[in-house]
Nanobody, 130 residues
Framework: QVQLVESGGGSVQAGGSLRLSCAAS????????MGWFRQAPGKEREGVVV???????WSADTVKGRFTLSQDSAKHTLYLQMNSLKPEDTAMYYC????????????????????????WGQGTQVTVSS
């Protein structure tokens, strides 16, 4: 199993930036697909930016060109750089992981589906004011 802890959320004005971090611990020797998801009040959880089992990044259309996923393998940490934030980006942001032992374990845009993941962090709140 893997444990995930997010940090870096906060309140920012529209147009501002935030960087979220997700520190992984536990069974980090195994190969995982990981990504960022968000859930606004009254809405379904949605994929934001994810890495599929081929290491390809997939982004929701609403964040393309604004949000960037990166990772530091040595620190077992996943990052989400969020620029040009909008009020509609306000949500709880979650880091998620799924064991991906094979290249074809989770590929393409299906990696944006939250149902594919079985390890979740506690979330970090992002609030963007206009």
């Amino acid at each position: 199993q893997v444990q995930l802890v997010e940090s870096g959320g906060g309140s920012v004005q529209a147009g501002g930036s935030l960087r979220l971090s997700c520190a992984a611990s536990g069974d980090i020797s195994s190969r995982y697909c990981m990504g960022w998801f968000r859930q606004a009040p009254g809405k379904e959880r949605e994929g934001v930016v994810v890495l599929d089992s081929y290491g390809i990044t997939w982004s929701a259309d609403t964040v393309k060109g604004r949000f960037t996923l990166s990772q530091d393998s040595a620190k077992h940490t996943l990052y989400l750089q969020m620029n040009s934030l909008k009020p509609e980006d306000t949500a709880m942001y979650y880091c998620a992981a799924k064991l991906c032992p094979l290249l074809g374990s989770l590929k393409g845009r299906q990696a944006l589906g939250f149902n594919s993941y079985n390890y979740w962090g506690q979330g970090t709140q992002v609030t963007v004011s206009s």
